[in-house]
């Protein structure tokens, strides 16, 4: 029986599978799920929720749809009634006008059901479900999420839904165009412009971003 969560896996271009020692045709799950994200990233999103707490002790829930190839979001909301309603309807704003990528990943949430599979197929997307508690699978969102944490929501307080949007708006911009990503090898998702120094005298000049909690750096003119 083929190893469901291979630890050892190989490049599309291998001819075994490092974890199970078999041929392509019967590769292992994860190495078959990773060759799938190698050679469609460009056509392969991803959305998820994600809870965040109030001052007020009440929960939010913050949605988003991030793209495999540069690591851009594509759209974010939140709610207090994260409803398939209102997920179909972020799903509408998030890929308008022909936007639509070729896949789209998401987990086994309860409100991604039947209706929102259907909004999805709508736009000629095919949907990707995870398999059960196999949060691997969904790597790029998890990994949205632990930086959101990591760098903002473990260092506020979200007063409330207004403050939430706020927050993760001046941080999806951080995210975008000033925090650099080994997997773009240290590129920002929106490409920004490497600046060179033509001598020594030149000095740095840092710019806060984020409510001063991360920080842009520029060479002054």
């Given at each position: 029986?083929a190893?469901?969560?291979c630890?050892?896996?190989?490049?599309?271009?291998?001819?075994?599978c490092?974890?199970?020692?078999?041929?392509?045709?019967?590769?292992?799950?994860?190495?078959?799920w990773?060759?799938?994200?190698?050679?469609?990233?460009?056509?392969?999103?991803?959305?998820?929720?994600?809870?965040?707490?109030?001052?007020?002790?009440?929960?939010?829930?913050?949605?988003?749809?991030?793209?495999?190839?540069?690591?851009?979001?594509?759209?974010?909301?939140?709610?207090?009634?994260?409803?398939?309603?209102?997920?179909?309807?972020?799903?509408?704003?998030?890929f308008?006008?022909?936007?639509?990528p070729?896949?789209?990943?998401?987990?086994?949430?309860?409100?991604?059901?039947?209706?929102?599979?259907?909004?999805?197929k709508?736009?000629g997307?095919?949907?990707?479900r995870?398999?059960f508690?196999?949060?691997?699978?969904?790597?790029?969102?998890?990994?949205?999420?632990g930086?959101?944490?990591?760098?903002l929501?473990?260092?506020?307080?979200?007063l409330n839904?207004?403050?939430?949007?706020?927050?993760?708006?001046d941080?999806?911009?951080?995210?975008?165009?000033?925090?650099?990503h080994?997997?773009?090898?240290?590129?920002?998702?929106?490409?920004?412009?490497i600046?060179k120094?033509?001598?020594?005298?030149?000095?740095?000049?840092?710019?806060?971003?984020?409510?001063?909690?991360?920080?842009?750096?520029?060479?002054?003119?």
């Amino acid at each position: 029986m083929a190893n469901s969560k291979c630890s050892a896996l190989t490049s599309p271009s291998e001819p075994y599978c490092a974890g199970c020692g078999k041929r392509p045709k019967i590769l292992c799950s994860a190495t078959r799920w990773a060759v799938f994200l190698h050679n469609h990233r460009e056509a392969i999103a991803a959305m998820d929720f994600f809870t965040v707490p109030t001052l007020t002790f009440g929960l939010l829930y913050c949605f988003f749809v991030i793209a495999h190839d540069r690591r851009r979001v594509l759209h974010f909301n939140a709610t207090q009634h994260p409803t398939s309603a209102w997920a179909s309807q972020q799903l509408r704003e998030a890929f308008p006008y022909d936007s639509a990528p070729r896949y789209l990943i998401f987990d086994r949430a309860s409100n991604f059901d039947a209706d929102v599979i259907d909004t999805i197929k709508s736009f000629g997307i095919q949907p990707k479900r995870t398999s059960f508690r196999s949060p691997w699978q969904n790597g790029i969102a998890e990994r949205f999420i632990g930086s959101c944490r990591r760098e903002l929501l473990d260092h506020v307080i979200v007063l409330n839904e207004r403050h939430l949007k706020r927050l993760m708006r001046d941080y999806v911009r951080y995210y975008h165009e000033d925090r650099t990503h080994l997997g773009l090898a240290k590129e920002t998702p929106g490409k920004r412009l490497i600046e060179k120094s033509t001598g020594t005298t030149r000095s740095v000049v840092s710019l806060p971003r984020v409510g001063g909690l991360h920080h842009c750096y520029h060479l002054a003119a």
